[in-house]
């Protein structure tokens, strides 16, 4: 296995730890000491009270983040990242002083996921002896260090500019292996590919999504023969996707997405058999689709979604054996879906909506006893749809939009079920039909998943169709029924469970209207973090926890998992609720997704996004009552909306908890007429 980021820093902090203890008696030198008050002085603001024992009741070497080597009692691990909890992150906030340079054992540095700004003491750097530093999730600035002898060094999301230097690759001190791990993802970094990467030969893991680089990836990547984790994603990369890209053997994690590149997929993609998942969705590729790609046995997730790709789905599709997740939506693939697609036998997801598919549905599809979502909409498949056999576990179907698509499955145990207009003719026109599944012998679970939103069903008689209004009162019932779950989840005394997959097609209504959370098949239990986030980084690297669209940023590179992931999952559920769009609309492109939307425009604008039912089911009143309800609905809106928006935010620590997030919906929902 792999290990992420967090997981090396964890190595590095146990390797340099052979030789630190608690001190029990006073050093002579007192420099460390006075560092660290430097420090303390340069906080403005500790919540959480993480500094409380810095004090000169306890000797420095057991204050609180801190390790010291046993010898000569300096200073060698400095740790003061969030604790765990989602409703205890440290969040302190103040500067870094330049007395942290003043250390001269410090071997590791992690101060993440706190609300640290201003610019970073470049001296820090010039310590001999660090190997490892992280500053992610901070408000830092400033420009990235030009010197850079490290083993591990971690300054994504915060406000770092500029051009990254030529010299981030030199070696200074000759004993050091250089860089392994260089993470300078969701800045404003610009300009080209940065050159001095190409001196990083032992580098494991390279992150520069979320920046503003422009220009090709360049061919002399193909020389990063230990890369096993490279994400480009959200840039402005344009040219082609380099073939010396198929020298990296080690390459476990490749993400190219939301970028704007061109040319074809190279079918020398099919020579990096250590690929675990590859995300080229949202560029402007084009030609065939390689059949290559579908001989990696290690392969877990493709998504090719959103291109110009052309051809035939080749048959060799069904040799993808460890396939979860694959998409090709939003291409120009044309002819019958291969029946070899039904050997994938792990294939959870798959999506190949919006294209110009042929023939049916493959009987074959019945052979993938784990698959959940099935999106086949927007094609020209024709035929009867199966009665039976192939949807017997999938959750999510969509198969709207195939005017030459007739009838439905008679397995109504379906969560959520799209079908084709009642009348080919008119294709504006869709009968929508809740779909309710018996609660009986599940909810003695206490805790258990369905289904919502609005989902098109329709038949091929020509009947008349009738639309089924969801209220502004049951959308908002059933987000605070899944805050409540959710918060039971993750605060009560049993530990924490984090559920790891929310999404509509995991929340159920009983016939009550109320709305429950299941299907735990990825849920994990979290007790102490130092115990169990070394474990949670590594296994997380296996693959992607969670559902495309929904997953929290940090667990989409194989972070850790934590309940604010769950929180992430949560707001994103919320926003499409009340937006009654998904968050992996064609729209949703080119660095915009379903949270910025909202974030743009927020407050003003939002009439002009949410679901237009929502402010027109008051309109059979009298003027004056219908206008005033209006206003009540916006204002109820707007507070559920910022709600979502807090859930979302790209930082873990700066998202509020199940708690919160449940007091606040109780309130609106008491404030909201009949929402009582």
């Not at 608690?22 to 403005?44: G, H, M, V, Y």
């Amino acid at each position: 296995m792999k290990a992420t980021a967090t997981g090396r820093f964890l190595l590095v902090l146990m390797a340099c730890s052979v030789h630190a203890v608690t001190c029990r008696t006073a050093p002579k030198d007192q420099t460390d000491r006075l560092s660290l008050l430097e420090f303390k002085k340069a906080i403005s603001f500790d919540p959480q009270q993480a500094l409380a024992s810095w004090n000169d009741s306890t000797h420095f070497c057991n204050w609180e983040g801190v390790m010291c080597r046993t010898t000569r009692h300096r200073v060698t691990n400095l740790a003061l990242e969030n604790r765990g909890s989602d409703c205890n992150f440290n969040n302190i906030e103040g500067n870094i002083p330049d007395e942290f340079a003043k250390l001269p054992g410090l071997l590791v540095l992690q101060i993440s996921s706190n609300q640290l700004a201003g610019s970073f003491p470049q001296a820090i750097l010039n310590l001999s002896t660090l190997g490892a530093l992280g500053i992610t999730m901070n408000h830092l600035s400033g420009e990235v260090p030009p010197d850079l002898d490290l083993s591990i060094f971690d300054m994504s999301n915060n406000n770092f500019a500029g051009v990254v230097p030529r010299s981030i690759g030199k070696l200074r001190k000759l004993y050091r292996l250089n860089l392994e791990v260089l993470l300078l993802g969701h800045n404003q970094l610009s300009s080209g590919f940065p050159s001095g990467i190409a001196n990083l030969h032992n580098l494991m893991e390279l992150g520069l999504r979320g920046n503003q680089f422009t220009g090709e990836v360049p061919e002399w990547v193909g020389t990063l023969k230990s890369l096993q984790v490279m994400n480009l994603e959200n840039n402005s990369f344009t040219g082609i996707i380099p073939s010396p890209l198929s020298n990296l053997s080690q390459l476990s994690y490749l993400y190219l997405d939301s970028n704007k590149l061109e040319g074809n997929l190279p079918a020398s993609i099919g020579n990096l058999q250590n690929l675990q998942v590859c995300n080229f969705s949202n560029n402007l590729l084009h030609g065939g689709i390689p059949k290559e790609m579908f001989g990696i046995p290690t392969l877990t997730i493709i998504d090719l979604s959103v291109n110009n790709l052309l051809g035939q789905l080749p048959y060799e599709v069904g040799n993808a054996k460890a396939l979860i997740y694959f998409s090709l939506s939003s291409n120009m693939p044309f002819g019958d879906i291969p029946n070899t697609i039904g050997n994938i036998s792990s294939l959870q997801a798959l999506n190949l909506s919006h294209n110009n598919l042929t023939g049916s549905i493959p009987m074959s599809l019945g052979n993938l006893q784990y698959l959940e979502q099935l999106d086949l909409s927007f094609n020209n498949i024709s035929g009867n749809v199966p009665k039976k056999g192939i949807f017997r576990n999938v959750t999510a179907v969509w198969i709207d939009g195939n005017p030459g698509l007739c009838g439905g499955p008679s397995e109504l145990h379906l969560l959520a079920y799209h079908v084709l207009p009642v009348n080919p003719s008119k294709q504006k026109h869709s009968i929508v039909q809740k779909v309710v599944i018996p609660l009986s012998g599940i909810v003695a679970l206490a805790i258990v998943i369905t289904v919502m939103v609005v989902w098109w069903r329709g038949r091929c008689d020509g009947n008349t169709s009738t639309r089924s209004h969801i209220t502004m009162v049951q959308r908002l019932s059933i987000v605070v029924d899944v805050a409540d779950a959710l918060e039971y989840l993750h605060h009560s005394n049993q530990g924490t469970i984090v559920h790891c997959d929310l999404k509509p097609s995991n929340i159920l209504l009983d016939d009550n209207m109320t709305a429950h959370v299941g299907d735990f098949g990825l849920a994990r239990f979290k007790f102490d973090l130092a115990a169990s986030s070394f474990a949670d980084s590594i296994s997380s690297s296996v693959a992607i926890k969670g559902t495309i669209g929904y997953i929290a940023p940090e667990c989409a590179v194989g972070g850790a998992v934590s309940s604010a992931g769950d929180v992430y999952n949560f707001g994103i559920v919320l926003l499409e609720i009340f937006l009654r769009r998904r968050p992996t609309d064609d729209m949703f492109n080119g660095g915009l997704n379903i949270t910025k939307f909202v974030e743009m425009n927020f407050p003003d604008m939002i009439p002009r996004i949410i679901d237009p039912e929502l402010l027109e089911e008051h309109q059979d009143l009298s003027q004056e009552t219908s206008l005033a309800m209006k206003e009540k609905s916006l204002e109820c809106l707007l507070s559920v909306l910022n709600i979502g928006l807090l859930c979302t935010k790209p930082s873990p620590n700066e998202r509020i908890c199940m708690q919160e997030v449940a007091a606040r919906l109780h309130e609106i929902k008491k404030a909201y007429p009949s929402g009582s």
